[in-house]
């Protein structure tokens, strides 16, 4: 009933952008902080960026910086995360999730999260 769909991802070239979409449905995203995750292969999941529910306030990774741009169109019930000047390190499965946000750790997932497929982002060198 819950369920939360990630896609937009691909394979760019280095310097290239996307723009990753997730997508509510079962319930509204209007009460919800929301974090986009990555994991890479070999690699533990990490917060990359969170927006809170009244997108009063956005947080980043440092590695992501000044290049990706977390974003929510409430009416559309989604959120997106706008990746430009991707770099090979980039490449991951991006997921997304209901989560705290902080600017000291910048998402955890709530206790109870139903983990979508995720959407692959793979930036060819």
């Known amino acids: 009933q819950v369920q939360l769909v990630e896609s937009g991802g691909g394979l760019v070239q280095p310097g290239g952008s996307l723009r990753l979409s997730c997508a509510a449905s079962g319930f509204t995203l209007d009460y919800y902080n929301i974090a986009w995750f990555r994991q890479a292969p070999g690699k533990e999941r990490e917060g990359v960026s969170c927006?809170?529910?009244?997108?009063?306030?956005?947080v980043y990774a440092d590695s992501v910086k000044g290049r990706f741009t977390i974003s929510r169109d409430n009416t559309k019930n989604t959120v997106y995360l706008q990746m430009n000047n991707l770099k090979p390190e980039d490449t991951a499965i991006y997921y997304c999730?209901?989560?705290?946000?902080?600017?000291?750790?910048?998402?955890?997932?709530?206790?109870?999260?139903?983990w979508g497929r995720g959407t692959q982002v793979t930036v060819s060198s």
């Open positions: 999730a209901p989560s705290t946000c902080s600017r000291s750790y910048v998402a955890r997932p709530l206790k109870v999260v139903s």
């Open positions: 927006i809170f529910s009244r997108d009063i306030s956005t």
